[in-house]
């Protein structure tokens, strides 16, 4: 059976990609983007299966209109799509108040928006399968992006509450993790705070091991295929890596959580206190 998509940040990157992977395996799309001019080449080429939206994530009412407005044309909603985001580059000193509410309000709250829009639609069909787009980032954490980082790891924490809450309804939750990719993510679409120059030397470090950890970014369009194998599974996981290496990079971290905590064990239990 066709799907019915609803895509944030369509206009280009992985949504654009994902988007023409839909429509051109036979399902219909609500594309939004800020711009909707960036999706008129997709509404001339796939005419009446395309429904371009105009949004702004962090405006909720907005996302809500939207979302009604993409049931109400498509008469359900079978993938929900939180890809709209962006990089905030800065060292944690340098970033200011509004550069932090601004990234959290796009990565965080505007996901949050179109799930809590999305959910009742999906609760009175009894399906539905949210994806929420994370990074690498989402579970690791890496110098001159700290921010970015945190709104990922708030992102994956409520998905991950979401995904058993809303199991007893049929709707699934998976988290896409990608790692580094060709998308204008650290190009035209990234935002970078004022530069202090205490941090010079090290932001030069990390500029250095960030060109090593992304050597060979992968290609948006080879997601492709993998997106339309996620939402056609009967069972997705909760969580997938998109990419070469975040495995590797999951691995070391994780190991050397596991590994302090079980050092720190006896200050742990001793930290508990009496058991009566």
């Known amino acids: 059976m066709p799907k019915t998509w609803f895509i944030t940040g369509a206009s280009r990157g992985f949504g654009r990609e994902w988007a023409i992977a839909a429509l051109e395996r036979g399902d219909s799309v609500a594309a939004t983007a800020r711009d909707t001019a960036a999706l008129d080449d997709l509404v001339h080429r796939f005419d009446d299966a395309v429904l371009p939206l105009r949004l702004d994530v962090t405006d909720r009412a907005a996302g809500t209109a939207a979302v009604q407005q993409a049931a109400e044309r498509f008469g359900r909603l079978d993938v929900v799509v939180n890809n709209a985001g962006y990089g905030q580059f800065g060292m944690i000193e340098e970033i200011s108040e509004a550069e932090a509410r601004a990234q959290f309000e796009t990565n965080l709250f505007g996901a949050l928006w179109i799930t809590q829009a999305a959910l009742p639609v999906m609760r009175a069909q009894g399906s539905g399968h949210v994806l929420q787009i994370s990074s690498i980032g989402g579970i690791s954490a890496f110098p001159n992006i700290g921010i970015y980082n945190a709104s990922k790891w708030a992102l994956e924490g409520f998905s991950q509450a979401l995904a ?26 990234a935002k970078h705070a004022a530069e202090n120059p205490a941090y010079d030397e090290y932001r030069v470090q990390a500029a250095e091991l960030r ?13 492709r295929g993998a997106l339309l194998q996620l939402v056609d599974a009967e069972e997705p996981p909760l969580r997938v890596f998109l990419g070469d290496g975040p495995l590797a990079i999951a691995t070391a971290d994780y190991e050397s959580r596991l590994a302090t905590w ?11 206190g009496r058991r009566d």
């Open 164 to 189: 058993q809450e809303v199991a007893g309804f049929g709707i699934k939750v998976t988290i896409v993790e990608p790692a580094g990719y060709s998308t204008d993510w650290s190009g035209a679409s």
């Open 211 to 223: 060109a090593r950890r992304q050597a060979t970014p992968g290609d948006p369009a080879a997601t």
């Open 262 to 272: 079980r050092e720190w064990e006896s200050f742990s239990v001793a930290a508990h």
